[in-house]
């Protein structure tokens, strides 16, 4: 996104742009950027119904979820090959770390390439190599979230976890995502019960376009850990009270919330209430390559829209380590370490 106009001070932009963090809702295919669909269009020979870089940007004017979805899924119709999957996680991986990510569970959507013929083996196997390399040569760690498409049916969603099956151990657990309103989660009982059964864990997408009920709607019929978006939360009190009682995090995506107009400016955003209501609630790019940004561009727009403080970097941060799927061992260390990094930068 472009320059902000600023009025965060030097300390607090450092001490949010080099905090540990983790990273809990990014769609591995909307990270894939312009000049990268082009150069896979050009190794694949595929054909764009754009001329240029330029032309294809100047289509990310989004009104709604369901416009960008239309584009998100053509710009992903370059990927073929396992090295494909591999250089878009790979790129992904390496913005992050400059980030200051440190952890990413990272969701990908295996029906949009089955779909055109692409095997689920390739998906996995490219991710899964990028993942390992993004250990070794970035010391990130990323986990792969598998999602089903809730604009289909419940069947492809069975067939499609069947198909995933020699690959469990590369996954920790499944998503639903894609056109929310008019797709209510509850088509998904028994997929989701499926998934748990073979020990994923379970997360959803709700309360991004869709109504409150369908926040209870993941929550009791797919049994999730995690909500995904969930900002329409705020619209009832009762559902607010139990995402703070039973601690349910909410994976927030403020930049992808302004662009596809769930919110007209960023000052609007419920972010912070939800956090003073006592959520856990993190900060995310959700498809960062068409959003106008990656995690830390969500970070520092969203704390000069709201005025937000160093205190508030602080419980962000621990809340996405929190919200994560890591060892408790593991967490308490980073928390440690959220606390060093804040003392250091003077606050
Ligand atoms: N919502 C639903 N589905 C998606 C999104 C989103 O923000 N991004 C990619 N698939
Ligand atoms: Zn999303």
């Known amino acids: 996104m472009s320059a902000i106009s600023n009025t965060l001070s030097p300390a607090l932009q450092r001490l949010i742009t080099q905090m540990p963090k983790a990273e809990l809702h990014i769609h591995i295919e909307g990270s894939l950027e312009?000049?990268?669909?082009?150069?896979?269009?050009?190794?694949?020979?595929?054909?764009?119904?754009?001329?240029?870089?330029?032309?294809?940007?100047?289509?990310?004017?989004?009104?709604?979820?369901?416009?960008?979805?239309?584009?998100?899924?053509?710009?992903?119709?370059?990927?073929?090959?396992?090295?494909?999957?591999?250089?878009?996680?790979?790129?992904?991986?390496?913005?992050?770390?400059?980030?200051?990510?440190v952890y990413a569970e990272i969701f990908f959507d295996p029906q949009t390439h089955t779909e055109r013929g692409i095997p689920i083996q390739t998906v996995i196997q490219g991710l899964v190599r990028a993942t390992q390399d993004g250990a070794t040569y970035l010391g990130i760690e990323s986990?792969?979230?598998?999602?089903?498409?809730?604009?289909?049916?419940?069947?492809?969603?069975?067939?499609?976890?069947k198909a995933a099956e020699p690959y469990l151990e590369h996954l920790i657990g499944v998503?639903?995502?894609?056109?929310?309103?008019?797709?209510?989660?509850?088509k998904f009982t028994d997929v989701f019960a499926r998934a748990r059964k073979l020990g994923l864990k379970a997360v959803a997408h709700a309360g991004e376009e869709g109504p409150p009920a369908y926040i209870w709607s993941v929550l009791d019929q797919l049994k999730v850990l995690r909500i995904d978006h969930g900002v329409q939360a705020i619209h009832d009190q009762s559902l607010i009270a139990r995402l703070a009682k039973?601690?349910?995090?909410?994976?927030?995506?403020?930049?992808?919330?302004?662009?596809?107009?769930?919110?007209?400016?960023?000052?609007?955003?419920?972010?912070?209430?939800?956090?003073?209501?006592?959520?856990?609630v993190t900060i995310n790019s959700d498809d960062p390559a068409y959003f106008g940004g990656y995690i830390n561009d969500n970070?520092?727009?969203?704390?000069?829209?709201?005025?937000?403080?160093?205190?508030?970097?602080?419980?962000?941060?621990?809340?996405?380590?929190?919200?994560?799927?890591?060892?408790e061992s593991q967490k308490n260390l980073w928390y440690a370490k959220i606390e060093q990094h804040a003392l250091a930068h003077g606050f």
């Not at 396992?82 to 790129?91: G, P, V």
């Not at 792969?144 to 809730?150: A, G, N, V």
């Not at 998503?175 to 509850?186: A, C, I, K, W």
């Open 143 to 161: 986990k792969l979230i598998m999602c089903f498409l809730r604009h289909l049916s419940q069947d492809s969603a069975l067939e499609t976890l």
């Open 34 to 101: 312009p000049e990268l669909i082009f150069e896979l269009a050009k190794r694949n020979q595929v054909n764009l119904p754009f001329d240029d870089v330029a032309s294809l940007k100047n289509a990310y004017a989004f009104k709604d979820l369901q416009s960008f979805l239309d584009i998100y899924y053509a710009g992903a119709s370059v990927l073929l090959k396992e090295e494909d999957f591999y250089d878009m996680a790979y790129a992904y991986l390496q913005k992050a770390v400059g980030d200051g990510v």
């Open 246 to 280: 039973e601690r349910i995090p909410l994976t927030v995506c403020p930049l992808s919330n302004l662009k596809l107009c769930v919110y007209d400016d960023l000052s609007l955003h419920p972010i912070k209430r939800l956090l003073d209501l006592g959520l856990c």
């Open 175 to 186: 998503g639903l995502d894609s056109s929310e309103v008019g797709h209510p989660p509850e």
């Open 299 to 327: 970070y520092l727009h969203t704390f000069q829209a709201l005025q937000l403080k160093a205190s508030d970097a602080i419980a962000f941060a621990k809340c996405s380590f929190e919200a994560s799927f890591m060892q």
